[in-house]
């Protein structure tokens, strides 16, 4: 009686939480940090307004978060429904509960590739022009749950440089998001940074899209006061993820939508993703497996 007590309980719960999910009213999309929140909220307005016509909902929500974490903590607790992340983000979140997000797309570049580099900047007045320059400098990381700003450079350019990172560098920094780290390595605050890039293109234009890219459309640096000293291989392009409680209908809708977003207003693509890319593919949890492995293996959940 108890057993049949329970799972009808359990039944009701999850009923109660499909009906939910299918009358949406409120919609609340987690926006990484990286840029100051002006900026975000600016580049994300359109999207907040495509959506409300799409689906009808009576407010969509716009979550700035101070850094990663809190877009993490908001998927995990069910205070978001949505956020694209980068693929360690995602993989914090797989570690923890695998079951909490899907992802349904991710970014093409505009070669055809899904994956990006993480780049090491310097100013060229530091006279640093490699990696192997930069022994007892110092090193700025944006953020811990960031892939290109911090855990790809953490395992990554000790092969480059035969040491740990804490080792090789006089001190290594967190500056508070891709944005904030570029700028103190412009600011002379450290002497590398480490920033996300799709690494094709010019780099006098801030290649065609990461962080470099945003910031010097921005007119906030000056490429030509800058240098690249590393760059690491291909990693994957971060998901474009969807609670899970939401259910496969909305995950559907969501898929469908974004899919068409880069034809429907390439404009507010291009604000939402930060340079240009030809658009969105869909992508399977297992495209980020080797992500969740060196996560798992250097830094934990």
Known sequence: MLKKALFAATALFALAGVSHAADLKEFRVGILGGENEADRLRNYACLADHLKTEFGFEKVSLFPAADYDGVIQGLLGGTLDFAELGASGYAAIAIKDEKAVTPILTTVQKDGSTGYHSIGLALKSSGIKDIKDAKGKKLGYADPDSTSGYLIPLTQIPKDTGMPNDKYFASTQFNGGHENNLLAAYDGKVDIAVDDSSGIGDFKDGYTSGTFRKAVDKGTVDPNKLVEVWRSPLIPNGPLVVRNELGADWQ???????TKLPTTDAKCFAAIEGGDYQ???????????????????????
């Not at 559907?252 to 974004?258: C, G, I, N, P, S």
């Not at 949890?285 to 959940?301: H, T, W």
């Open 252 to 258: 559907a809708k969501l898929t469908d939508f974004f």
């Open 279 to 301: 658009g969105y593919t869909k992508v399977q949890p297992d495209f980020y497996n080797a992500i969740i492995d060196a996560r798992k293996a250097a830094i934990g959940g």
